[in-house]
Nanobody, 126 residues
């Protein structure tokens, strides 16, 4: 599956952005979809994941109360709505896909994801 992330940009602290990841090449419904992020000089960290049916979602602690993940089967996209953004949220955001049989407990583990998009830059100014 090929992944194309978009929607990043420059936003002031307190603002919102909606990231989107378009999947192509294989049936979208067979994959767990995920967002990770990597800030300059830091390790890549888990942001959020959604299972193949869309009924199970999980959020990483840094952004947990400020984001929502969703998927659109007609468009084969997974979106990440981000609100109340902070300068610490500045990072490159990556979408990733894993086979649907990955257990829930592994949704936050990068090694489980076989397919990655190119990333989209999010910059939050103070």
């Amino acid at each position: 599956v090929q992944l194309q992330a978009s929607g990043g940009g420059l936003v002031q602290a307190g603002g919102s952005l909606r990231l989107s990841c378009a999947a192509s090449g294989r049936p979208f419904s067979r994959y767990v979809m995920d967002w990770f992020r990597q800030a300059p000089g830091k390790k890549r960290e888990f942001v959020s994941a959604i299972n193949w049916s869309g009924r199970y979602t999980v959020y990483g602690e840094p952004m947990k109360a400020r984001i929502a993940i969703s998927r659109d089967y007609a468009e084969s996209t997974v979106d990440l709505q981000m609100n109340s953004l902070k300068p610490d949220d500045t990072a490159v955001y990556y979408c990733a896909a894993a086979e649907s049989d990955v257990p829930y407990s592994d949704y936050d583990k990068q090694l489980r994801y076989d397919y990655w998009g190119q990333g989209t830059q999010v910059t939050v100014s103070s």
